[in-house]
């Protein structure tokens, strides 16, 4: 098993360009999850997809649109960068949300940055 | 609201010697914890999780953390740190296991 997979690892954009980040997971999974991490703040959920066919605003959703392409995959569009969205960006998975207890699997991360 | 608070940026510990990590909690309801490590440019490793079956949670690596809803805290220990435990470790609550709060992170150095 692979886990959860993102593409690409790094990627650099100029302000105003579009880019889509891309996650798998092969643990038939229900839930998944994207999140950015910035130095000094910790991880903050973007939006998730409690599963196949919703997705649901996070913290910190303006900027983004996301995709939950078939139940192994979400998709993380960046529609007009800015460098605000500089970031390392996470997905996770887990077996189901709005359980008790419900442990999150992550990605390797992409490091993005905007110009 | 919930929230989380770790109330150290960063620690450092000689090799052998015991290891804290804190951890304060706010949350409404009774909240899920758990604690994550993120080696350096690595994903997230779960180490351990609060279940409420027991308020003494033993996780991977000789890892352990104590639920004390009294004093909303969650924090993490280790006996004898060992040089691999270099890391960022994070705490995290969740209440309805949508979302999910992360602290700011813990650095951890170990000193040989």
């Known amino acids: 098993n692979a886990g959860v997979t993102q593409t690409p690892k790094f990627q650099?954009?100029?302000?105003?360009?579009?880019m889509t980040l891309q996650c798998a997971q092969d643990m038939n999974h229900n839930s998944m999850y994207w999140y950015r991490q910035d130095p000094g703040m910790g991880l903050r959920l973007i939006y998730y997809s409690a599963s196949e066919g919703t997705t649901d605003k996070g913290e910190v959703p303006n900027g983004y649109n996301v995709s939950r392409l078939n139940k192994r995959e979400f998709s993380l569009r960046l529609e007009s960068a800015a460098p605000s969205q500089t970031s390392v960006y996470f997905c996770a998975s887990s077996v189901f949300s709005g359980l008790p207890y419900?442990?999150?699997?992550?990605?390797?991360?992409?490091?993005?940055?905007?110009l | 609201a919930q929230s989380v608070t770790q109330l150290d940026s960063h620690v450092s510990v000689s090799e052998g010697t015991p290891v804290l990590l804190r951890c304060n909690y706010s949350s409404s309801y009774s909240p899920s914890l758990f604690w994550y490590v993120q080696h350096p440019n690595k994903g997230l490793q779960l180490l351990l999780k609060y279940t409420s079956a027991a308020t003494l949670?033993?996780?991977i690596n000789g890892f352990e953390a104590e639920f004390k809803k009294s004093e909303t805290s969650f924090h993490l220990t280790k006996p004898s740190a060992h040089m691999s435990d270099?890391?960022?470790?994070?705490?995290v609550v969740s209440e309805t296991g949508n979302q999910f709060y992360f602290g700011t992170g813990t650095s951890l150095t170990v000193i040989p």
Do not use: M
Request: aromatic share 14%; proline share 3%; glycine share 14%.
């Open chain 1, 12 to 18: 650099v954009l100029k302000t105003g360009q579009s």
């Open chain 1, 102 to 114: 419900n442990e999150q699997f992550f990605g390797p991360g992409t490091r993005l940055t905007v």
């Open chain 2, 57 to 59: 949670v033993k996780g």
């Open chain 2, 86 to 91: 270099a890391a960022e470790y994070f705490c």
